[in-house]
């Protein structure tokens, strides 16, 4: 999920008091990636002298990530449409 949807998903799916908290470790998490990624997938290529196995390792995390989002959202901590509806015509 590599779009801006996993910020909506935070807002939507994360109780109003520890949205702030996800949101950091999401970012956290964003930005180590992005720090330790190019390190793994050089460190892959010069060891197998080939792009496959980075490849593979990021096919591997891929997968694990899509297979926790099937596993760990809910449908009952979606908010219904009658409460996303009231809250957007609330005045802020």
């Known amino acids: 999920m590599a779009t801006a949807n996993y910020w909506a998903l935070t807002q939507t ?5 520890a949205i702030g908290c996800v949101s ?10 992005g720090m330790v990624v ?4 050089g460190w892959l ?10 490849m593979r390792a990021i096919w591997f995390v891929l997968a694990l990530g899509a297979l926790a989002y099937l596993l760990l959202t809910r449908e009952k901590y979606a908010p219904l449409a009658s409460e ?3 809250e957007s015509s609330r005045p802020r």
């Open 13 to 17: 799916l994360v109780p109003a008091t």
């Open 24 to 33: 950091g470790v999401q970012n956290f998490a964003a930005s180590l990636a």
């Open 38 to 41: 190019p390190i793994v997938a």
């Open 45 to 54: 290529k010069q060891q197998t002298g080939s792009y496959g196995a980075p």
């Open 84 to 86: 996303t509806d009231s």
